[in-house]
């Protein structure tokens, strides 16, 4: 089933609509776990069509029963199964147990970790530990994820890779690396941020037959963009537009050998939609960036004094590309901030504002700043390692300590803006951890600013314009070599096409 549900649930949220299903709806858990197993074994098999075998490593929990099902669907269509059963039999309750029973019923052999022999072919079912896990893995659980990631076989996971915390996306000391995820009753959130991405593999989704009206009545509060509802919402152009409606865009910043940032944010700014745009940068910069897009007003100012007397004239700004941290860039930042324009505010300036110079009492409440977790850890004074061990957590912090739209970059990038959910881009691909991809992000968001979004709005279609450019650059030339201008004509299409 592809991923069609938008919300992104925590494990406990999920436990909740598990419940809601089985004692307000009368469907029997054992019921569920039938229809979990069957789900597993059908995108398995959509993968793998003619596995040589199975080999199951099952924990006690429910997960470990979806695992027993899986063993006996397969068995009794005739695929050589064996299981692996990495917690005691004797911890074995309740409709887990019960599908341990039907296991043996179908002939399944269930073995101890001790006295299982590493897998050598076929394809690996992982089904440990599910959304359960509170602290690090450890014991024979973590040999058992150690066992499967030595082993080079495909790897099924069911409901989420063991090790990996369903809620943040958090690997909780060691998890397995799954080829294929199969997630049930609700998507969780942990599986598209963090190192999930990385740990899930291909995801899909089924729902289990759970009635659909059940979900309401979770508030999920993580919700996934969906990038043809963000298309429809963009305002159409009149037939007698003229430029002045779509916004002046300024970019401030390109210090000394910085000014290829200011550049690409500018040109980034014009391929999607503003009316017109600008550069404020040092007076070196400015042959270049007119060479390179004479269509952009390159200006030279070598103060903040110098700056101010231009900001009468952009409707948005732009702040932070290859701005640097010196006194001059200081100065610039100074003077956007006191404007009260709709802002992006990027890069160095986010430096700038984590410093405490500048920006104290600053009104950020019409700003997108767009942090990556490096950045983020010196606006919260913390570690970068922090910002990813819990992601939502951080990009809420932000918006909560700065009042304003924040974008936390990175896999699964995460915008919050203290209003309402927290909304995550689920598009992107490596390809794109290249040098100047923020700083095409800002100018994109700064043109749907000066188009009249919000500073959510502009964030969330920014993000996945900017994020769906790069999987369509990836996916013409491939992800290696990727260049941040490579998705400006990207940008455009995608723009205009959906």
């Not at 050998?257 to 940068?281: D, R």
């Not at 001059?328 to 984590?354: C, R």
């Not at 700043?369 to 932000?398: K, M, N, S, W, Y």
């Not at 920014?462 to 004509?489: E, V, Y």
Request: proline share 6%.
């Amino acid at each position: 089933m592809p991923l069609s549900p938008t919300p992104l649930y925590t494990a406990r949220q999920v436990r909740e609509l598990d419940r809601l299903a089985i004692e307000e709806r009368g469907i029997a858990g054992i019921q569920l776990m039938k229809r979990a197993g069957r789900a597993t074994l059908k995108a398995l098999l959509a993968r793998w069509p003619r596995p040589s075998t199975l080999t199951l490593y099952c924990g006690a929990g429910n997960n470990g029963g979806d695992g027993y099902i899986v063993a006996a669907l397969a068995r009794a269509a005739g695929i050589p199964v064996s299981v692996v059963a990495v917690a005691p039999l004797t911890k074995l309750a309740g409709d887990a147990r019960l599908a341990y029973d039907f296991a043996l019923r179908e002939g399944v052999t269930v073995v101890g970790l001790a006295e299982a022999a590493p897998p050598a072919e076929g394809v690996i079912v992982d089904a440990l530990l599910g959304t359960g896990l509170a602290g690090d893995v450890r014991g024979d659980f973590a040999l058992a994820i150690a066992q499967i990631n030595a082993s080079g076989l495909p790897v099924v996971a069911v409901d989420i890779p063991s090790g990996l915390c369903a809620d943040t996306g958090k690997v909780l000391g060691d998890a397995v690396l799954a080829d294929v995820t199969v997630s049930f009753i609700g998507l969780k959130r942990g599986l598209f941020t963090g190192r999930g991405p990385v740990f899930s593999g291909q995801l899909i989704f089924d729902d289990l037959a759970v009635p659909g009206d059940i979900y309401p009545r979770v508030e999920a509060g993580v919700v996934r963009c969906d990038w043809p509802s963000l298309h429809r919402a963009l305002p159409r152009r009149p037939a007698d537009a003229h430029k002045g409606l779509f916004g002046h865009v300024m970019v401030v910043g390109g210090d000394t050998g910085f000014g290829g940032a200011a550049a690409m944010a500018a040109e980034a700014a014009l391929k999607t939609g503003a009316g017109l745009v600008s550069v404020a940068t040092r007076a070196g910069h400015v042959p270049a960036i007119i060479a390179r897009c004479p269509e952009v007003m390159a200006v030279a100012v070598a103060s903040g004094q110098q700056l101010e007397v231009l900001l009468d004239r952009p409707s948005v700004l732009v702040v932070g590309p290859g701005l640097g941290t010196s006194p001059w860039s200081e100065q610039l930042l100074q003077k956007a901030l006191a404007t009260g324009l709709p802002l992006v505010v990027d890069a160095d300036a986010l430096n700038i504002l984590a410093a405490g110079r500048v920006g104290k009492d600053a009104d950020l409440s019409r700003a997108v700043l767009t942090p990556h977790p490096g950045e983020a850890a010196r606006l919260l004074g913390c570690t970068a390692a922090d910002i990813q061990a819990d992601r939502f957590a951080a990009v809420g912090a932000l918006a909560a300590k700065y009042r304003a739209t924040v974008l936390l970059k990175g896999a699964g990038t995460l915008i919050a803006s203290g209003d309402g959910d927290i909304a995550l881009c689920p598009y992107g691909n490596p390809g794109m951890a290249t040098g100047g991809m923020g700083d095409i992000l800002s100018g994109v968001i700064g043109a749907l600013l000066g188009q009249g979004l919000s500073p959510r709005a502009a964030a969330e279609t920014g993000a996945c314009l900017h994020a769906l450019a790069g999987d369509d650059g990836a996916a013409q030339h491939g992800q290696i070599g990727l260049c941040a201008s490579d998705l400006l004509p990207l940008l455009r299409r995608r723009l205009n096409g959906g």
